[in-house]
């Protein structure tokens, strides 16, 4: 498959360099133009499992995790070595039987059931090199006030730090980059990776 | 009606094929890349839901048929016609339209496309026309929920959709966080 472009980025290999340079034990924000969100954030998972052999939880908010496993067979990403909090799913209804790699949150997203669901699944991350994606914190935003959601932000940054994950990443659209939300959590991580 | 949909035709097979697009155009290219799009997308014998609060059903199905568009395998939800205030026994549901009450009650217009969606068997897709209509009546939050809660179920399905919306016809945000949970956007 051919690297990604947006723009004259060559997308793929910034990747590599940013996500390769650091590790172990980083937080970091993903700005991304949001017409290219979507391949973006697919190209993140690819170059964490496939190019440095990592092992994951995403906390999918913004589509259901049975959309996403389609999507990573297409892109050439062993499904298997990623698991599912599947808050999409449980905000629209559409919730399945719960399964090792894939978990459900009551419809309402509250930050307490999002914060156990996460503690539940982490230890089903199999492998040394392991990460948490985050997509997308302003989709959780149409679901809890922001006081809530910057709270589960900085569970991320803060509490989960402390455990064996090497990496957390969540992604933001880049309209959002400038909001004073976003700033407080990017001042709690240790980088910015721009797409632009 | 001109050929708006020859440009998207790569976006419309993608569509029938399971993916979620959002489409702006220009104000005053809406109509003809409406009726195009549909045009397009009903040629195969793929099932249509319509989701209209541009324009209520008797005139969009009186210019479908116009301008040569198969309907047989449409049908429609109209949020226009009561909302305006036309006796409901002239709004009666047929197998072909259900009416809701306003553009406002997106808790209808979801039970609605429940209800069209579980008669649709395999495949099909839903046309939203417009996006922007729809946030003259609702909030942003409201609608960004409404199109989250409606493309995961989608998703779900299989199912394919087309939003349209009109070129700076919503603000900047609202379209930021529309645009991410869309696979694809495309601006005419």
Do not use: W
């Not at chain 1, 090497?166 to 700033?183: C, L, R």
């Amino acid at each position: 498959m051919s690297d990604l472009h947006v723009g004259e980025t060559n997308v793929t290999e910034l990747l590599k360099e940013e996500l390769g340079r650091r590790e172990e034990n980083y937080v970091a924000i993903l700005q991304v133009p949001e017409e290219k969100y979507l391949q973006v954030n697919l190209e993140t998972i690819k170059t964490l499992v496939e190019e440095f052999g990592y092992s994951g939880l995403y906390i999918t908010i913004q589509r259901p995790h049975t959309n996403l496993m389609k999507l990573f067979r297409k892109q050439g990403i062993n499904a298997d070595k990623v698991c599912f909090i599947d808050a999409a799913s449980s905000a629209a209804e559409e919730t399945g039987e719960e399964t090792e790699n894939c978990t459900y949150v009551p419809k309402e997203l509250n930050i307490n059931d999002l914060t156990r669901a996460t503690y539940r699944m982490l230890p089903d991350i199999k492998g040394e090199k392991k990460f948490l994606f985050l997509d997308s914190i302003t989709t959780l935003m149409l679901y809890q006030p922001l006081s809530e959601t910057l709270r589960f932000a900085e569970f991320l940054t803060r509490t989960l730090r402390k455990t064996d994950l090497s990496a957390i990443i969540m992604n933001v659209g880049s309209e959002f980059s400038k909001e004073n939300f976003i700033k407080d959590i990017v001042f709690q991580c240790d980088e910015i990776i721009e797409i632009r | 009606m001109r050929d708006t949909a020859g440009k998207l035709e790569d976006e419309l097979t993608d569509v029938l094929a399971g993916e979620i697009i959002l489409l702006e155009t220009k104000p005053e290219e809406t109509l003809d890349t409406t009726l195009s799009s549909l045009k397009t997308l009903t040629s195969g014998e793929s099932p249509g839901i319509i989701l209209t609060s541009t324009r209520p059903y008797s005139k969009l199905i009186k210019l479908c048929r116009e301008n040569n568009i198969n309907t047989e395998h449409l049908s429609f939800i109209d949020t226009i016609m009561m909302s305006v205030g036309v006796p409901e026994k002239n709004a009666e549901e047929t197998t072909a339209v259900i009416y809701v009450s306003s553009t406002s009650a997106l808790t209808e217009i979801s039970l609605a496309l429940d209800k069209k969606c579980s008669n649709l068997g395999e495949g099909g897709f839903l046309f939203i026309d417009s996006l922007t209509t729809l946030l003259i009546h609702n909030s942003p939050v409201a609608l960004t929920r409404f199109i989250h809660y409606t493309l995961t179920r989608l998703r779900v399905r299989d199912m394919g959709a087309l939003l349209t919306t009109m070129e700076e016809g919503i603000d900047s945000k609202t379209r930021a966080e529309i645009v991410t949970l869309c696979d694809k956007t495309v601006i005419l």
